[in-house]
Nanobody, 114 residues
């Protein structure tokens, strides 16, 4: 079993920065892929960024050049550095991990004011 716990969300003005963290416990070191999704009310959860064990990254077009995903040395922590934030980045951000099954964190709210 894997447990994912996010932290680092909050309220920020447009143009500002936030750094999200996700700590994996249990068999977190076994996760092949980790990353972040986000969701706004009434919308489907959408991919933000993913990173594999080998360090390959994938980003949504809407965040390319502004967000950076990285993984801690122990492979059980994943970060999302978010710069140049826009009001449309406002959402609940969920940590995601995959090892045989998909795992989700409880979500952390990010609110960007204009």
């Amino acid at each position: 079993q894997v447990q994912l716990v996010e932290s680092g969300g909050g309220l920020v003005q447009a143009g500002g920065s936030l750094r999200l963290s996700c700590a994996a416990s249990g068999r977190g070191f076994s996760l092949n892929v980790v990353g972040w999704y986000r969701q706004t009310p009434g919308e489907q959860r959408e991919l933000v960024a993913l990173i594999t064990n080998g360090g390959m990254t994938t980003y949504a077009d809407s965040v390319k050049g502004r967000f950076t995903i990285s993984r801690g040395n122990a492979k059980n922590t994943v970060y999302l550095q978010m710069n140049s934030l826009k009001p449309e980045d406002t959402a609940v951000y969920y940590c995601y991990g995959r090892y045989l099954s998909a795992y989700w964190g409880q979500g952390t709210q990010v609110t960007v004011s204009s």
